[in-house]
């Protein structure tokens, strides 16, 4: 993966180049010098991004979210979330009771689809993220996924979710989760942008309150579709 200088990581998000090298400077950008000149590895600065995503409110996610999508350089384009996720990636219940077997059972999940090939190899590389950044939220939902994409073994972007019975402790943080998503983003730059969508769609609350009452995988797949089109529809009031 390349390295950003400070004009090409300015343009990325959407700052001035003297925006960056301050930013840089006072330690808010992840970037080291190189002959007197800011360098900024693409791996850190897409970290940086999920940090952010994870800390934002409705309103900085939809900027986050826009900027992301005006950027060109996506080797993969992305439509709508519920696209990623077929029937047949999503399990009510999800019968695991351990952060192990969660994680294996969402690799399996997404593996019946036939767009994973390798099911052993994301669960490892899922497991991987989660000791380094639990990826469980305070409203008992996780978002899993690899550090990296892991584009060897998928064929595109693609979503599973799983609904377990019951919340079970999935962080050394003690968060109880019940709801899990699993993010196979096929670069960089498309993860980044699944991520913000989904994370203004559980900012709502609705959504995932009914994909815990949901009774089926088709009933989780309305649930998501739904929140996406009033998402779109709030959208298009704001823009009129």
């Known amino acids: ?122 669960a490892e590389a899922v497991r991987q993220r989660e000791e380094l950044h639990p990826t469980a939220l305070d409203c008992g939902v996780a978002l899993l996924h690899p550090r990296r994409p892991q584009t060897s073994i998928l064929a595109q972007s693609l979503m599973a979710v799983g609904v377990c019975p019951a919340p079970i402790p999935f962080s050394d943080r003690g968060h109880l989760t019940d709801v899990f998503f699993l993010l196979c983003s096929y670069d960089d730059r498309a993860h980044l942008k699944i991520l913000a969508r989904l994370s203004r769609l559980l900012s709502g609350g609705e959504m995932v309150t009914n994909i815990r009452e949901a009774g089926s995988p088709a009933e989780v797949r309305e649930a998501l579709e739904r929140a996406e089109t009033e998402l779109e529809d709030a959208e298009l009031e704001d823009e009129a």
């Open 1 to 122: 993966m390349d390295d950003f200088d400070v004009g090409h990581l300015a343009a990325f998000l959407r700052l001035t180049p003297d925006q960056v090298i301050k930013l840089a400077e006072r330690g808010k950008l992840p970037g080291r010098r190189v002959q007197n000149e800011w360098r900024f590895s693409e791996a850190e600065i897409h970290h940086y991004m999920e940090q952010r995503i994870g800390r934002s409110d409705e309103e900085q996610l939809g900027d986050v979210e826009e900027m992301l999508w005006e950027t060109k350089t996506v080797q993969e384009p992305i439509g709508r979330i519920v696209d990623l996720c077929p029937l047949e990636a999503i399990a009510v219940p999800l019968n695991a009771r351990t952060r192990g077997s969660v994680i294996r059972s969402m690799a399996d999940l997404a593996a019946t689809t036939g767009l994973l090939w390798d099911a052993p190899a994301m």
